[in-house]
């Protein structure tokens, strides 16, 4: 068994990509491969999605912009995940899709064609979306993100149980291809390259 967590920039094009790569290899292994999408949003993300948008980094006004995005986008994806993990991953890359590909604006409108392209609920969506449950949800992710080591987005952290169920974690940053992200699944118990991290059992992912 195989257990993934993959650290996303909720707004970001190279975490669309990761996303989509991931999504499609774990095709192969149906039944053996449980995978999470999470939320990331930090200050080398933001950097990280300037730098790739060749927006000015001391542009101070649009780092703060695209922070309040993010971390709105990640809060969305959080309440969504409420109505099912599937939903709320096709939730999310909608909003990613059409931010970064189709250069749409994050409205309450474009959440809502979000919603219903994913077969979400709206009236329950905005329900659960101002609970306290979706904010400390999602502060208990980068609370593990930052056990995990994890400070960039896409990271993936991989735990491979067939060698033990406490077996340590690899953390690969970056991983955006899918013939890559295969050969992860297939090697990850033998990946002495990557960083290691804690075993699996020190991690509350929710």
């Not at 095709?27 to 999605?49: A, C, G, Q, W």
């Not at 986008?73 to 909003?95: C, H, S, Y």
Request: aromatic share 10%.
């Amino acid at each position: 068994m195989l257990e993934i967590f993959l650290f996303v920039n909720p707004i970001g094009i190279e975490c669309l990509s990761a996303e989509r790569s991931t999504l499609k290899a774990i095709e192969d292994y149906p039944d053996t491969v449980h995978f999470s999408f999470i939320p990331l949003v930090n200050l080398k993300v933001i950097k990280r999605y300037m730098a790739l948008k060749h927006i000015d980094p001391a542009d101070l006004a649009a780092q703060n912009e695209i922070n309040r995005i993010a971390y709105s986008v990640a809060l969305d994806f959080k309440a969504a995940n409420f109505q099912g993990t599937k939903k709320a991953r096709e939730f999310l890359l909608f909003m990613q899709s059409a931010i970064n590909e189709h250069d749409r604006e994050y409205t309450p409108d474009l959440i809502e064609e979000g919603l219903r392209e994913a077969g979400l609920d709206s009236a329950m969506f905005w329900e659960d979306r101002h609970s306290t449950y979706v904010k400390s949800g999602y502060e208990k992710d980068l609370a593990a993100a930052t056990r995990m080591g994890v400070e960039i987005a896409p990271s993936m952290v991989l735990f491979d149980y067939s060698k033990d169920i406490d077996h340590a974690g690899l953390l690969v940053a970056g991983c955006t291809n899918e013939n890559i992200i295969r050969g992860l699944f297939s090697h990850a118990g033998d990946l002495h390259t990557t960083k290691e991290i804690q075993s699996r059992r020190h991690f509350h992912v929710l």
